[in-house]
């Protein structure tokens, strides 16, 4: 759990508290305000990012993280909210080892800050990573000298450029742009979201398996032991998608309805998903 206070200057902001209370904004924790106006955020499943950008990465896993760090601010200016709210710390930025999911903390509070704090973060976020041997890193520097040329930040004009040079990145990627529609549609835009931690989870595969075990599945729950190696698989066939229960010790449940041992049923859009004790929600949009 994530916990700041405040400043003495700083008040929160109700209508964009609002906000985070009505819609999910992917890649944002979701703040709520205890009792004594401290903002609290359920911390991911993940890592802090600073610490995954020194784990050693290639030019591919580092450009995926860069342009979800440029999506979130586009996200957060889309709904009349302020970049430099968000806290542009590493320490304070976490991502899933296993979806490479990356999550910030917004702070939802009025502000006199006005200088902008984007682009340090963002050549923080380069200088901090630690490339595999031999990664041809020639990408990341033409990134680093474009940035250096812009005069003011655009996430836009950034995602434009990182398309032109390596549009690889935006292969599990989708753009808030309308005309750079991911290349896999149908998997980006079905997830399921885990209630306990506010966590998006994309189905992109056509066989998704959930579990504890992490070499064999493709999300893991960990720190939960109701919870099977390989406890259900989502599986997409056409444009449906389906659960199955992988004869796990806990059972799985669909809108309070236990699923037999290897039996399969269909997903629809705002089911309720129950692996053991872990609650889910189905989207499909």
Request: aromatic content about 10%; overall charge positive; some cysteine.
């Amino acid at each position: 759990m994530v916990k700041i206070k405040p400043g003495k200057q700083e008040e929160i902001n109700k209508r964009e508290l609002q906000i985070f209370q009505q819609k999910i904004l992917q890649g944002i924790m979701q703040p709520r305000v205890s009792e004594k106006d401290v903002l609290v955020y359920v911390a991911p499943n993940g890592i802090p990012l600073k610490k995954y950008l020194k784990s050693g990465l290639s030019k591919q896993e580092f450009f995926e993280v860069f342009v979800q760090l440029l999506e979130v601010t586009q996200k957060i200016e889309s709904n009349g909210m302020h970049v430099n709210n968000l806290l542009l710390q590493l320490e304070y930025t976490f991502i899933n080892e296993n979806t490479k999911e990356v999550q910030m903390v917004y702070q939802p509070v009025y502000t006199k800050n006005v200088a902008s704090k984007v682009f340090p973060f963002l050549y923080n976020v380069i200088h901090s990573t630690v490339f595999l041997i031999n990664e041809d890193v020639q990408r990341v520097n033409e990134l680093m000298g474009y940035m250096k040329r812009m005069q003011q930040y655009s996430a836009e004009k950034i995602e434009d450029y990182i398309e032109e040079i390596y549009p690889e990145a935006f292969k599990n990627i989708e753009r808030t742009k309308s005309k750079a529609i991911n290349r896999q549609q149908v998997a980006v835009k079905t997830y399921i979201l885990r209630m306990r931690t506010r966590e998006r989870i994309d189905i992109r595969k056509a066989e998704f398996w959930i579990g504890k075990e992490p070499a064999k599945t493709d999300y893991c729950i960990a720190n939960n032991p109701s919870i099977s190696r390989r406890h259900a698989v989502i599986r997409r066939k056409n444009n449906s998608f389906f659960i199955q229960d992988n004869r796990s010790t806990n059972k799985t449940f669909v809108n309070g309805r236990e699923l037999h041992a290897g039996q399969e049923i269909q997903l629809r859009n705002g089911d309720m998903i129950m692996l053991a004790n872990e609650r889910f929600v189905f989207y499909a949009e």
